[in-house]
């Protein structure tokens, strides 16, 4: 009996302990970095301060955001959408959208039109949960909490971003104290596992790929992408994370991506090598992955009898990192095909368009990578894709 | 060139290639000398970079040896033997080991030589190692290898592989600007290594190679050794090998900045020598020609005194030697010449007497004999009556008159030769003076059926002459043409303006000369003719010669006579040598 009165309380007190630590908390600012540049709303996190009538949910499918929902009118033939009432701009004014906003052609189908409408070609409004404060372009951006946020004020009072660090820099920082969130190489992982490090590894959420010039010859092209050993460098430079690939896009958003080659085939890379054919390869010398990667490209492309020198300059082919944007394989490409600054494919399957995209070999995709970051052990509810809004920090002891 | 030149330039050259000589010598002896030096420090420098090979490869060995020993090898052979090991666990495996042994270059690979971990060039795991030579060394053996780098150069190394379970581990170090550091150098010595055509290094670091290096190394690839001079260092290029196949060239240069100072210095003395010799020589040379030469220039002067008339020209050179001796018999000489030329002409002067007796006598003879005829016959007419007298005296007198004047003639002839004046020269235009002499003759030329021709090239032709004695000349030689055509003929004149002369030839067509004749024609008082005094040719070669000229005479018997006068334009001219 004294033992059942024991287990009793000690059961009561762990209720309690664990629901005051796990209640979320406001306040506090959230020190991230970030290895991108530029503006801020070109990155992961534009979701945070930009908003769209409509916005892609885990499973790919649109939903409404600030668009309430959409109807035909077959009569004008259009689609009209229906704007959310309470959407608060900067300076505190009410989002009040004209007709022209909310009204699109029913020329397309409406799945395009939704995506279209998700990649913020039409509509782009500054009514996110967090608003710049602060802005050094390329350098860092501080964010405040929306206090009038339509889907509720966000537990954290400031984010500050620091952007263009390496991620060498960034895990520095992160020992340091000086970051709460880092992005840390998926070759750290074991390492930082080992620490004890707070990690969350997204599922593959960039695409690792050879960009080739149009100059370069076809045949160029096709051999280096047949002397290329994915595997080998999947398994022992990517300490076997991410995913060998030759599609654009991951399996778990497309589901076709084992269609697309990615055969190793030195003898017929050196049949269709032009005799005495070089290549310039560029890498970004301030990511240690890149770097090693394109190192092992030249060496295995070398076996093919094409003499590859890097370089930053003058590129005839670079190895890049090109982010997915959204888990809807048709917005994912139109974005894709935006950031390579090619012509965006027909409007068709995500297979048809993805082949279109990837025919004329000048982008060789080779790995699916995922999105690691290090979190300090009070940073809560963060996840990938990220959405600042639901992280609040832990009261520290 | 002169005996005192010839002397000089003997002297100076035989000093000179004394000099040159022994300079010569000095300087191959030398030079023997510091390449011997040379060669025994670069022999030296050799023996100390095969020691260091030797220090080195034994420290690479054992680095190798550590790191096969490593618990983290360990661990990785294990690994290996599983059914399906975690390649990516060996990635940086090699990195960590070359980092703990201190080894530049690392390999750990499969028994097949597969890379499994490659510390300088990690991307290569899954790749043959290609390291050369290593697979013929053993365990613990130091050996000279080149590595392929990442940027598509390679490295020449000292590398040593252990073996742990089924894995091979190869470990090195690059030969390089440090190893040719530890080497150390000594003063005026360079060691460079040459590994490729794009990497050469000294202790100082990489060293780009000028063309005469590359050369060397090309002929050192061919050859166990070449030694070459490249600017003021002397190279022994020494190609490494190893299992036959060449790795690298070592250069070892020694310095030749002592040498070339010692070859300047040797130089500056030998020319300074040389220089001092030859002007010593050149000073011994002249004082002992002037003892040599000055008799010889005395006799010369002598001689040319000799030849020009003066024979009793004499040297003065002190006795006591041969040139005393010479000189000696050279005064004998013309003292001896004198005295014989004084004997030849108190014959000539007596002969010339005895043929002035001769003549004098003969012409004086001659009115001699009318005039004791006439007076023989005046006293006979005397005694036989007045009146017959006074006929005979009348023509006896007329006969007496003419032989008195005969007699006057031939003395005023002896006398104007006698009393020949020097010419006194004005222009005379030869012409001119041809015609006054043949106006002169004309009723005798004509009388005795003598034809004057006159072939003159250059009618205004004059010269510097006395007018008087050529006309004279020119009277003589006519008056000589008419005795020789007693039975009439031609007389021709022909002018012909030579470059600083005229030349006139006066041309008969009598019966000529024989050879005795023409020899004796113009010595005075001989005369072929039965009333001649001898005087008139001689007369004619007087003025010729007081006027700078010339006369000879061509003839032969019954081919007439040609006298040719040679005499020049001015007597400026005739003054020349």
């Known amino acids: 009996m004294r033992y059942r009165l024991i287990a009793v309380a000690a059961s009561c007190l762990s209720a309690v302990l664990t629901a005051g630590v796990l209640r979320p908390r406001y306040g506090g600012m959230l020190r991230v970095e970030t290895s991108a540049t530029g503006e801020i709303g070109a990155t992961r996190f534009a979701g945070q301060i930009y908003e769209t009538l409509v916005r892609c949910d885990s499973h790919g499918e649109m939903k409404p955001w600030l668009a309430t929902g959409w109807i035909h009118n077959a009569s004008v033939g259009k689609w009209i959408f229906s704007a959310r009432k309470n959407v608060v701009l900067p300076h505190e004014t009410l989002w009040n959208p004209g007709e022209d906003t909310l009204t699109v052609p029913d020329t397309k189908p409406l799945d395009q039109i939704l995506v279209e409408a998700g990649l913020g070609d039409k509509v782009v409004v500054e009514s996110g949960p967090f608003r710049i404060l602060n802005q050094h372009v390329g350098e860092s951006v501080q964010l405040g909490a929306n206090e009038s946020y339509w889907g509720g004020r966000p537990f954290l009072d400031f984010v500050e971003i620091h952007m263009g660090r390496t991620r060498r820099d960034q895990l520095l920082d992160f020992e340091l104290g000086k970051a709460d969130v880092v992005e840390a190489e998926i070759t750290d992982i074991k390492a930082l596992k080992q620490a004890n490090v707070v990690l969350q590894v997204s599922k593959p959420l960039e695409t690792v790929a050879l960009v080739f010039e149009k100059q370069t010859s076809s045949l160029t092209r096709q051999a280096v992408a047949l002397s290329v050993d994915r595997l080998a460098m999947q398994r022992v430079m990517l300490d076997k994370q991410g995913e060998v690939s030759g599609a654009l896009l991951p399996q778990w958003i497309s589901g076709y991506a084992f269609l697309f080659s990615t055969a190793h085939d030195v003898s017929r890379a050196k049949a269709l090598a032009p005799a005495g054919s070089t290549l310039l390869l560029c890498e970004d010398d301030r990511d240690k992955v890149l770097r090693s990667l394109a190192d092992r490209i030249a060496v295995d492309v070398s076996q093919a009898g094409i003499n590859v020198r890097l370089a930053t300059s003058g590129c005839e082919a670079r190895l890049i990192r090109l982010p997915i944007s959204s888990v809807n394989p048709q917005q994912a490409l139109l974005a894709l095909a935006s950031k390579l600054q090619i012509a965006a494919p027909e409007w068709a399957s995500p297979y048809a368009m993805e082949s279109d995209l990837l025919r004329d070999g000048r982008v060789v995709p080779l790995f699916h990578l995922p999105i690691v970051y290090a979190l300090k052990p009070n940073v809560r509810n963060w996840s990938v894709p990220c959405n600042l809004a639901d992280v609040w920090l832990e009261e520290t002891r | 060139?002169?005996?005192?030149?010839?002397?000089?330039?003997?002297?100076?050259?035989?000093?000179?290639?004394?000099?040159?000589?022994?300079?010569?010598?000095?300087?191959?002896?030398?030079?023997?000398?510091?390449?011997?030096?040379?060669?025994?420090?670069?022999?030296?420098?050799?023996?100390?970079?095969?020691?260091?090979?030797?220090?080195?490869?034994?420290?690479?060995?054992?680095?190798?040896?550590?790191?096969?020993?490593?618990?983290?090898?360990?661990?990785?052979?294990?690994?290996?033997?599983?059914?399906?090991?975690?390649?990516?666990?060996?990635?940086?495996?090699?990195?960590?080991?070359?980092?703990?042994?201190?080894?530049?270059?690392?390999?750990?690979?499969?028994?097949?030589?597969?890379?499994?971990?490659?510390?300088?060039?990690?991307?290569?795991?899954?790749?043959?190692?290609?390291?050369?030579?290593?697979?013929?060394?053993?365990?613990?053996?130091?050996?000279?290898?080149?590595?392929?780098?990442?940027?598509?150069?390679?490295?020449?190394?000292?590398?040593?592989?252990?073996?742990?379970?089924?894995?091979?581990?190869?470990?090195?170090?690059?030969?390089?600007?440090?190893?040719?550091?530890?080497?150390?150098?000594?003063?005026?010595?360079?060691?460079?290594?040459?590994?490729?055509?794009?990497?050469?290094?000294?202790?100082?670091?990489?060293?780009?190679?000028?063309?005469?290096?590359?050369?060397?190394?090309?002929?050192?690839?061919?050859?166990?050794?070449?030694?070459?001079?490249?600017?003021?260092?002397?190279?022994?290029?020494?190609?490494?090998?190893?299992?036959?196949?060449?790795?690298?060239?070592?250069?070892?240069?020694?310095?030749?900045?002592?040498?070339?100072?010692?070859?300047?210095?040797?130089?500056?003395?030998?020319?300074?020598?040389?220089?001092?010799?030859?002007?010593?020589?050149?000073?011994?040379?002249?004082?002992?020609?002037?003892?040599?030469?000055?008799?010889?220039?005395?006799?010369?002067?002598?001689?040319?005194?000799?030849?020009?008339?003066?024979?009793?020209?004499?040297?003065?050179?002190?006795?006591?030697?041969?040139?005393?001796?010479?000189?000696?018999?050279?005064?004998?000489?013309?003292?001896?010449?004198?005295?014989?030329?004084?004997?030849?002409?108190?014959?000539?002067?007596?002969?010339?007497?005895?043929?002035?007796?001769?003549?004098?006598?003969?012409?004086?003879?001659?009115?001699?004999?009318?005039?004791?005829?006439?007076?023989?016959?005046?006293?006979?007419?005397?005694?036989?009556?007045?009146?017959?007298?006074?006929?005979?005296?009348?023509?006896?007198?007329?006969?007496?008159?003419?032989?008195?004047?005969?007699?006057?003639?031939?003395?005023?002839?002896?006398?104007?030769?006698?009393?020949?004046?020097?010419?006194?020269?004005?222009?005379?235009?030869?012409?001119?003076?041809?015609?006054?002499?043949?106006?002169?003759?004309?009723?005798?030329?004509?009388?005795?059926?003598?034809?004057?021709?006159?072939?003159?090239?250059?009618?205004?032709?004059?010269?510097?002459?006395?007018?008087?004695?050529?006309?004279?000349?020119?009277?003589?030689?006519?008056?000589?043409?008419?005795?020789?055509?007693?039975?009439?003929?031609?007389?021709?004149?022909?002018?012909?303006?030579?470059?600083?002369?005229?030349?006139?030839?006066?041309?008969?067509?009598?019966?000529?000369?024989?050879?005795?004749?023409?020899?004796?024609?113009?010595?005075?008082?001989?005369?072929?003719?039965?009333?001649g005094t001898g005087l008139g040719l001689a007369i004619v070669q007087g003025v010729v010669s007081d006027h700078q000229g010339t006369i000879i005479v061509e003839s032969g018997t019954g081919r007439g006579a040609t006298f040719i006068i040679e005499l020049p334009i001015t007597q400026r001219a005739a003054e020349r040598p």
């Open chain 2, 1 to 531: 060139m002169t005996f005192r030149t010839k002397l000089l330039i003997v002297s100076s050259l035989t000093v000179a290639g004394a000099v040159t000589i022994v300079t010569g010598g000095v300087l191959v002896a030398a030079r023997q000398v510091f390449e011997r030096v040379d060669a025994e420090r670069q022999e030296a420098l050799l023996e100390q970079f095969k020691r260091e090979i030797k220090t080195q490869g034994a420290a690479v060995s054992a680095a190798v040896v550590r790191a096969a020993s490593s618990t983290l090898l360990t661990r990785m052979a294990a690994e290996a033997n599983q059914p399906e090991p975690d390649f990516a666990s060996f990635y940086t495996d090699a990195q960590v080991l070359a980092e703990n042994t201190g080894l530049e270059f690392l390999d750990i690979t499969r028994k097949d030589l597969m890379v499994l971990s490659s510390a300088h060039w990690p991307v290569r795991f899954g790749y043959k190692n290609d390291w050369r030579s290593c697979i013929e060394c053993k365990p613990n053996q130091a050996f000279l290898t080149k590595i392929p780098l990442p940027d598509g150069t390679t490295a020449m190394a000292l590398a040593a592989f252990q073996r742990q379970g089924d894995l091979i581990l190869l470990g090195a170090k690059r030969l390089d600007a440090a190893f040719m550091k530890a080497l150390g150098e000594a003063p005026g010595v360079r060691t460079l290594l040459w590994v490729g055509p794009q990497e050469c290094f000294s202790a100082g670091g990489p060293v780009a190679l000028s063309a005469e290096f590359q050369n060397l190394v090309v002929e050192a690839l061919r050859k166990p050794v070449v030694s070459r001079r490249i600017g003021n260092e002397a190279y022994l290029a020494v190609p490494l090998q190893q299992n036959g196949a060449v790795f690298g060239v070592l250069l070892v240069g020694t310095s030749l900045q002592q040498q070339i100072t010692l070859e300047r210095s040797i130089l500056k003395i030998g020319f300074w020598v040389a220089a001092g010799g030859i002007l010593l020589g050149v000073l011994l040379g002249w004082w002992a020609t002037e003892r040599v030469t000055r008799p010889v220039n005395e006799l010369a002067r002598g001689a040319r005194d000799v030849a020009a008339g003066n024979w009793s020209a004499k040297v003065n050179v002190p006795a006591g030697d041969e040139m005393g001796e010479l000189a000696d018999a050279f005064n004998r000489m013309t003292a001896e010449l004198v005295e014989r030329q004084n004997r030849a002409l108190q014959a000539e002067r007596v002969a010339a007497w005895r043929e002035l007796a001769r003549r004098l006598a003969h012409e004086l003879k001659n009115p001699l004999f009318p005039l004791q005829i006439t007076i023989e016959n005046m006293q006979r007419a005397r005694a036989a009556g007045a009146q017959e007298f006074d006929e005979t005296f009348q023509e006896g007198a007329r006969t007496l008159l003419d032989e008195v004047r005969n007699f006057k003639t031939i003395i005023g002839r002896f006398s104007d030769f006698s009393r020949m004046p020097p010419p006194q020269f004005e222009r005379v235009n030869i012409g001119d003076a041809i015609s006054d002499a043949v106006r002169l003759y004309e009723a005798q030329l004509s009388l005795n059926d003598i034809r004057v021709h006159a072939q003159v090239s250059c009618a205004a032709l004059t010269i510097d002459a006395d007018p008087d004695q050529l006309r004279r000349a020119l009277g003589n030689l006519i008056l000589n043409a008419i005795d020789a055509m007693p039975n009439g003929g031609s007389l021709t004149f022909s002018v012909v303006g030579l470059e600083h002369a005229v030349r006139i030839a006066v041309t008969d067509t009598g019966q000529g000369l024989t050879e005795e004749e023409g020899s004796r024609l113009f010595t005075p008082y001989y005369t072929t003719k039965q009333h």
